[in-house]
């Protein structure tokens, strides 16, 4: 059914859909718009696109007996999809036009959710006593086409029109708030896109969703010795999200010992089947991995062995930019030895080395750093520091500081790895792999 949809192009402050097959919804036949994700055909169809932080959904909701008003049911619709979810007031554009009999009424306007900025389009279609509403809700004027192409695709038939049929409860599904980083996106050469969002870090390919959970020091310490770790975990990140009738447990013996649950499951927030799993990676402190995929079918040809989720943890990366390093990092590390009388058992002596790294990014491209090391052997101790001042550059994956040892200019791969509360920055010298920084920032 070709309509005149609304151009929200205007609204913004500063892909083309391939053939797909036709699917029947309640009393419409619609195309699925290419690339999109399927989140819910329960109450309405609901698609969802995310590229870095640019998004779109879009919401065909079932036809309800409306007032044989249009101006009535359109009213209606923006208070439910625009007004209750995310208190925008009233349309700043309006219009009205026929397409096959319907009166088709237009409008959009601009909104602000959990500090994303969006436009809303709501399409009410009337046709006597029946309507229906098309919603789309973007950030991004490039995907103003797929809305009008997936609307162009929609055909409803009044013949499977049920009288009585009453409006869904409508919600917010809205993209996590992403973490404050120059570049919060990264996408992979394999397919795969990661988000630092504040609460975790999504990962997304095709119709699989992962999330990598940040270390959480208050619960981590906040588990009895009495519940094992798969289900503690498992309360927290899956039960206020998702209903699993009968989820199962690792039961292999392994070491190290596998934390690991599985089962089929229903999104509690769109009523979609879906297929859940959780696994629990110790590497300072505990590390949910949780994935979401349609099935276990389309899971377990991802992701055959528990095991294999530990790579997804490497997928934390983001791209380095200046304006998100200005400021002072430090780390370090340590380490100790005793050594014992292999006949006597007795102490002998003991070895330690602890090393303290600073370093200082100004706004006008200079850098200081500085290096402290403390070797006690036995009685020995040794003390040595090295310190830099230079100038220094980033291009994503690239961190360059000048005179550094000898004057030279070292050259790092550099990353962001986020962390609840924040990010780490970890850089590792070129020429000397072994040599590797990971910093929190102090100032």
Known sequence: MKTILISAQLLFLPFLILAQSPMQFDIFTCQ??????????????FFEKIEGSAYCQLYLWKATTGESDPEKDFARDWNNFAVTPYQVSAPETKEMNSADGWTVTNGAARGTYKNIQFVIS??????????????????DRKYLADVDQFTATVDPDLKKFKPGSSLAKPFVSQPGQLMTMAKPTTNFDDGWMARAQTSYVQLQKSNTEIRLHYVDAALDDAKSNMIDAPEYYWKHYIEPYFSVRQPEKWSGVQYPVIYFMQGNATNKQTGASCFVAIKIVYNGGARPIVVISPDQS????????????????????????AKDIIGTWNGGGGGGLEYYNAYTGNYMSSHTLSTTDEFSFNSNGTYSSMYRSANINGGNAQFGGQDFKGKFSCTDW????????RGATTNFNAQLIAVKGGYLLYLQDKANSSMQYTLYRTK
């Open 398 to 405: 690239q961190l360059s500081a000048s005179n550094r040892y």
């Open 32 to 45: 699925a718009p290419a690339g999109y994700v399927l989140k819910d055909n329960k109450e309405k169809l």
């Open 122 to 139: 709501i399409s009410t279609y009337s046709k006597g006593a029946v309507t229906y509403a098309i919603v789309s809700v973007l950030n």
């Open 298 to 321: 389309s899971y377990q040809r991802q992701f055959p062995h528990p095991n294999d989720l530990d790579r997804m943890l490497s997928y934390n990366k983001f791209a380095v930019t």
